[in-house]
């Protein structure tokens, strides 16, 4: 097969879909890569590095799109990106649809079989291809709600971990799988004041095991959010609902029981966001106020730290890709774990959330691949 690797153009994405390790692996299974010129050179992995792992070299991204059999991204694909794509072509990538209706309906009229990182599960129900990025994510989440809490961006003037004699900031983590789960360990490790709101109690029964008495845990109504909205330094929002939409936790009124300067940084904001008052930022232009509450709410987060996160991202995606490279969409039929992650299909929607969220006509994954 022949796999083609553009590079990203969403703003401030440096992140690549292969790394030149697994561009090896892949030549070495006997499957071309075509690599967009200066893929990588941004996070240390410059054209040379892919040559010598075999790839051959494309000019431009149309280059590499009109070749390639499949096409092999880390984002969403951008409006002109979706117009490169054809009939039949497989696209593996985060696609995060239910929050936009307008790519899903554009992928859906170029009859590409678009596949989802993002939906894709295995034998436990986990998804494997978002974790690690859910892992990045809500790491990432504290780093930059501890910076956006400085007095000159905006913040409280808080020390997330406080000094001996002042009292830590106060960490609301909203949901706690693997994303809040990540940002509770991180929270924790500096020294903040830890609340985590679950709605599931195995999962607090964890946490109370893990960390004892150094994290609150509450079960996850608006009645015990309001209650904590007051004392909060920090909010993350770290609740998924595969495929779906977030839910609004934090309604655009409840941002005046919050401190002046108080920081939510929203993970969900790729599924749309999980404050009312959330919109997609970007790295360069990260932050905006409402009601005196600074927002954070970067649709590419893991995307800072672009480096770690390819490979961390190729960890996980290569087993996948090379399944598709040597058999196709059969590597879907086979596998109906993999075959979740199908949310386009020549014109059809493959994933039934997504049709749902979006009002749109869904299609059974396996009658839209025959």
């Known amino acids: 097969m022949i796999i083609g690797i553009p590079k990203e153009i969403k703003t401030d994405e440096f992140r690549v879909g292969l790394t030149p390790a697994s561009t090896r692996?892949?030549?070495?299974?006997?499957?071309?890569?075509?690599?967009e010129d200066?893929?990588?050179?941004?996070?240390?992995?410059?054209?040379d590095a892919y040559i010598q792992a075999g790839a051959i070299i494309e000019k431009t991204a149309a280059d590499v799109f009109a070749k390639a059999d499949m096409i092999v991204k880390v984002?969403?694909?951008q409006q002109n990106e979706i117009k490169m794509l054809r009939r039949d072509q497989i696209l593996f990538t985060y696609l995060h649809l239910a929050a936009d209706k307008?790519?899903?309906e554009a992928l859906m009229a170029c009859g590409v079989h678009a596949i989802a990182y993002e939906t894709v599960t295995d034998s436990n129900g986990q998804l494997p291809l978002l974790l690690p990025m859910s892992e990045v994510a809500g790491r990432l989440s504290i780093q930059v709600g501890a910076t956006c809490l400085e007095r000159f961006r905006g913040g409280r003037g808080v020390l997330l971990g406080g000094v001996p004699g002042v009292?830590?900031?106060?960490?609301?983590?909203?949901?706690c799988g693997v994303s809040g789960s990540h940002a509770l360990k991180m929270a924790v490790g500096m020294g903040a004041e830890c609340v985590v709101f679950e709605r599931s109690l195995k999962r607090l029964r964890e946490i109370e095991a893990e960390y004892g008495g150094r994290v609150i845990t509450q079960y996850s109504t608006q009645n015990n959010i309001e209650e904590w909205l007051p004392r909060a330094d920090l909010v993350i929002g770290a609740v998924l609902v595969p495929g779906r939409a977030a839910p609004k936790l934090v309604k655009r009124d409840q941002?005046?029981?919050?401190?002046?300067?108080?920081?939510?940084?929203?993970?969900?904001?790729?599924?749309?966001?999980c404050f009312e008052t959330s919109r997609p930022t970007t790295h360069s232009n990260s932050t905006y106020e409402v009601d005196g509450i600074i927002h954070y709410c970067v649709a590419n987060m893991p995307g800072a730290v672009a480096r770690t996160s390819s490979l961390a991202l190729n960890n996980a995606t290569l087993p996948y890709i090379m399944r598709l490279?040597?058999?196709?969409l059969n590597a879907l039929r086979q596998d109906s774990h993999f075959m979740a992650g199908?949310?386009?299909?020549?014109?059809h929607v493959t994933y039934k959330p997504v049709a749902d969220d979006l009002g749109l006509k869904y299609t059974e994954a396996e009658e839209a691949v025959l």
């Not at 009292?167 to 949901?175: D, K, M, R, Y």
């Not at 941002?255 to 966001?273: C, E, H, N, S």
């Open 25 to 35: 692996e892949l030549v070495l299974r006997g499957h071309q890569v075509l690599v």
């Open 38 to 47: 200066g893929l990588g050179s941004g996070i240390g992995f410059g054209s």
């Open 75 to 77: 984002k969403e694909p």
């Open 102 to 104: 307008a790519q899903a």
């Open 167 to 175: 009292n830590p900031a106060t960490v609301l983590i909203l949901g």
């Open 255 to 273: 941002l005046a029981l919050m401190k002046k300067g108080a920081v939510v940084v929203d993970v969900a904001i790729d599924q749309g966001g």
């Open 325 to 328: 490279a040597d058999q196709g």
């Open 342 to 347: 199908l949310n386009i299909s020549q014109g």
